[in-house]
């Protein structure tokens, strides 16, 4: 892989770090388009953007912990059943036509639908001291988990918006647990992946730096100091993003 090309990709992943990290995503959707758009081979796209993913949820995991917007006894009913739902999903082959623009659809729904929230009602998604209700979270993190292992993302794009839809959670909540729950799935799909691979390309350890780096400042500018109303902005964004890049890519 030539320099300038490397660099590109490296300075691309940075930026989708900093901005995803900093409403507790990861940023598979973004590496994953950079990557189709470069050019990158269909069979490291996945394991490269699950390593990184690993990496920067792990991060931002710690960050919103650290902070104190992370329960891990609201967590775990999110994670209970995302795991082995998320590997069925990973076994079912689906036209990709049909689930790349239902979930791109609801995607851009959902970004909609959080910046016309947030500008109605400015304080709508700032935090609450609501608890998360375990049975509809175990059903939650199981919906999720199966659709994310049909679409090879962490998830978190999915799961945010319904924490802030239903009331869940304000938004660091919802970033924290999304960062969490992104960590899990990803972990788990790299595992996967990892049995039938090969190898990786030689720059990952670059990209991951890289990675890493805009994780740190993201995650410590979502978990402390950008105020609610924008991170909704951001992660309306983010939502767009990913949306549109099921119906492009």
Do not use: C
Not at 113 to 137: C, G, H, M, Q, T
Request: aromatic share 10%; hydrophobic share 55%.
């Amino acid at each position: 892989m030539e320099l300038d090309l490397v660099l590109t990709i490296t300075g691309l992943f940075f930026l989708i770090a900093v901005f995803y990290s900093s409403v507790g995503q990861a940023g598979a959707t973004g590496y994953l388009a950079v990557m189709a758009l470069f050019g990158l081979p269909p069979e490291v796209m996945r394991p490269v953007a699950l390593a990184l993913n690993v990496l920067v949820a792990g991060l931002t995991t710690y960050r919103f912990y650290k902070a104190g917007h992370l329960k891990f006894s609201e967590a775990w009913p999110l994670l209970l059943m995302s795991a082995p739902l998320a590997f069925v999903g990973g076994t079912m082959v689906l036209p990709q036509e049909i689930y790349r623009l239902l979930l791109g659809g609801l995607l851009i729904l959902s970004a909609g639908y959080l910046i016309w929230r947030s500008l109605a009602e400015p304080d709508r998604f700032s935090e609450n001291d609501k608890i998360l209700p375990k049975v509809p979270a175990l059903g939650t993190g199981g919906t999720v988990g199966f659709l994310s292992g049909l679409t090879g993302i962490g998830g978190g794009v999915l799961l945010s918006p319904v924490l802030l839809q239903f009331g869940w959670a304000g938004i660091r909540k919802a970033s924290a647990l999304s960062a969490v729950f992104i960590l899990f799935n990803s972990a788990a799909g790299l595992a996967g992946n990892l049995v039938s691979l090969n190898s990786l390309p030689t720059v990952v350890p670059i990209w991951a730096v890289a990675a890493m780096l805009g994780g740190l400042i993201g995650s410590r500018g979502g978990a402390l100091a950008i105020p609610s109303v924008y991170l909704i902005r951001i992660l309306s964004v983010v939502l767009l993003a990913a949306g549109l890049k099921f119906v492009i890519f």
